[in-house]
């Protein structure tokens, strides 16, 4: 089942998926709101992708850029068979594929569509269109880029600075700020894909990543319920941020899963 898209001048569905980000959990100070996305579809294409369907792939030609209205979309770079890292997890209100604002650009991940998800989608001639247009608007889109260009430098920061259990906490905090990842209590919950999506989030290996959350289990900041965990957002958890005390555990750079798990 491939993605279904919409022109630029179509609106079919688009207020119905508008509206849905007016619902969503705030999960970061530096997002579009529904009425800046809004602004967007006169000139952008929509698409709604399947889960698991795969919207480009690392080193493919890229033009343009992609806004999330509804869902989320993995971007994650394989080192080698049995080896990956996701730097980012695009969901409503944010930006992936923002290569293809250079010349010449190639995308430097694959991106996928983690479950059902809506875009629009701003070639580089509309996106020029937009900003000549609607400058003010384009500033907007231009400045989330960027705010989301930060929040990837601060992740080298925990990447070479943290240790694996704080860098575990700081993707458990940014998950659970995704309504998304959450139970219907509030808690982030862990199926096996997405304990393997941490593990990448935070790129230590299924190991580091067992130690620390078996810790935490041990103090009461997760629950076990068969194969599945979860853990509740709290201040106590998150204080572990500024205090992570799993020295003994070693930092891996890159998940290591047997080759047999990944999906194609």
């Known amino acids: 089942m491939g993605p279904r898209i919409a022109s630029p001048n179509s609106c079919t569905h688009t207020n119905r998926l508008v509206a849905h980000m007016q619902d969503r959990t705030e999960f970061d100070s530096s997002t579009l709101t529904a009425d800046e996305c809004a ?11 399947p889960a698991g369907f795969q919207i480009y792939e690392r080193g493919a030609a890229a033009d343009g850029v992609f806004v999330v209205l509804r ?5 994650r770079s394989r080192v080698r068979p ?3 890292f996701v730097p980012w997890v695009a969901t ?24 059902e998800t809506d875009t629009l989608f701003l070639n580089s001639v509309r996106l020029r269109t937009f900003m000549r247009e609607q400058p003010a608007r384009a500033l907007v889109l231009v400045g989330q880029i960027m705010a989301e260009r930060t929040l990837l430098l601060d992740k080298l ?15 458990l905090r940014r998950m659970a700020s995704h309504d998304g990842f959450l139970d219907e209590r509030g808690r982030v919950e862990l199926c096996t894909s997405r304990y393997r999506l941490l593990c ?13 959350l078996g810790r935490l289990t041990g103090d009461g900041l997760v629950e076990r319920a068969g194969p599945t965990l979860f853990v509740a957002p709290t201040a106590r958890l998150f204080e572990r941020i500024d205090g992570g005390t799993d020295r003994a ?9 047997p080759p047999t798990t990944l999906s194609s």
């Open 39 to 49: 602004a967007l579809t006169e000139y952008a294409a929509r698409a709604s992708w």
């Open 249 to 257: 555990v070693p930092v891996q750079p890159f998940l290591e899963i």
């Open 82 to 84: 049995g080896r990956g």
């Open 200 to 212: 990448e989030l935070v790129g230590a290996t299924r190991e580091s990543v067992s130690l620390v």
């Open 92 to 115: 409503a209100g944010e930006t992936f594929g923002a290569e293809g604002l250079s010349p010449g650009a190639r995308y430097a991940t694959d991106a996928r569509a983690d479950e």
């Open 71 to 75: 869902g989320r979309v993995v971007l």
């Open 157 to 171: 920061r925990e990447l070479t600075t943290m240790s694996v259990e704080q860098r575990i906490v700081a993707a």
